[in-house]
């Protein structure tokens, strides 16, 4: 099962400064610029992009390798909006028999259903009067650690466990 570590909210004018990085001109194909060329096009900065809506917006931690083959890996950093309808074939976060797991959303009405893209593990059907399944936010974005983090820089950040009825999802 892919358990999820909960990061914390985005509160709305919790970051005041923005931080702003510079912006390729190009896409990277298979190497690199030159040091001459001029590849700058502008600064962006990833929480405009990223997070549009903070008031909404939760960080989460990935715990398992169910949504591997989604390209979602152990480690990763989800971006989950909880304002966001999900549709089906959204990536979301659900409440089921009260832990959060992640799972992409299919089916129809009526015949929703809640699968891993890890064939070992069972597809969790939606029924309207169960009350232990609750779609809690839709993924927008996963970052994903091509190299790992350092020990040092995974402190710099509190990271906690915490249950749905942490959050105020009841079970």
Partial sequence: MTDLIWLGPLRQGQHQESLLLPLALEAVAAGFPSPADDYVE???DLNGVLIPRPSSTFL???DGEAMRGEGVHHGDLLVVDRSVAPRPGSTVVAVHEGRFVL??????PGRWRLEASDPNTPAIALCGENPDLLIWGVVMHAVHHLCAPSSRSRRRGAVTRASPEALGVEP
């Fill in 103 to 108: 799972r992409r959303l299919e089916g129809r």
């Fill in 60 to 62: 989460m931690r990935v």
């Fill in 42 to 44: 502008a600064a962006i």
